[in-house]
């Protein structure tokens, strides 16, 4: 369903909750990514924000919010500052 510009992607695309809690390592969690989401991380990890990611990868801060959402709810992560720690302790810089 696409309703002014907003998405809905089926709740199948993403890890179950019990699968972030017990099964997944962090090594199998960031081999669930897609090219675009490691792009998106590492830009992230380098202190980009939403709009200088956009710009650099031609896509709305919209976009961009919703890849990094993504991210946090595939790789079990609640903030930014996580996603960060985590790029930087997987060497993705």
């Known amino acids: 369903m696409v309703m002014r510009g907003y998405s809905f992607a089926p709740a199948q ?5 019990a699968h972030r809690r017990y099964g ?4 199998q969690r ?10 998106v991380l590492i830009l992230l990890a380098k202190g ?7 710009a650099q990868l031609s ?3 919209k976009t961009v919010s919703t890849y990094k959402h993504r991210l946090k709810l595939k790789l079990n992560i609640t903030s ?3 996603l960060i720690d985590f790029a ?6």
């Open 13 to 17: 695309d993403f890890p179950t909750a």
């Open 24 to 27: 997944a390592s962090d090594e």
């Open 30 to 39: 960031l081999r669930m990514l897609s090219a675009r989401e490691m792009t």
């Open 48 to 54: 980009m924000g939403n709009k200088q990611i956009g």
């Open 59 to 61: 896509l709305s801060e």
């Open 80 to 82: 930014v500052v996580e």
């Open 88 to 93: 930087r302790r997987y060497h993705l810089l």
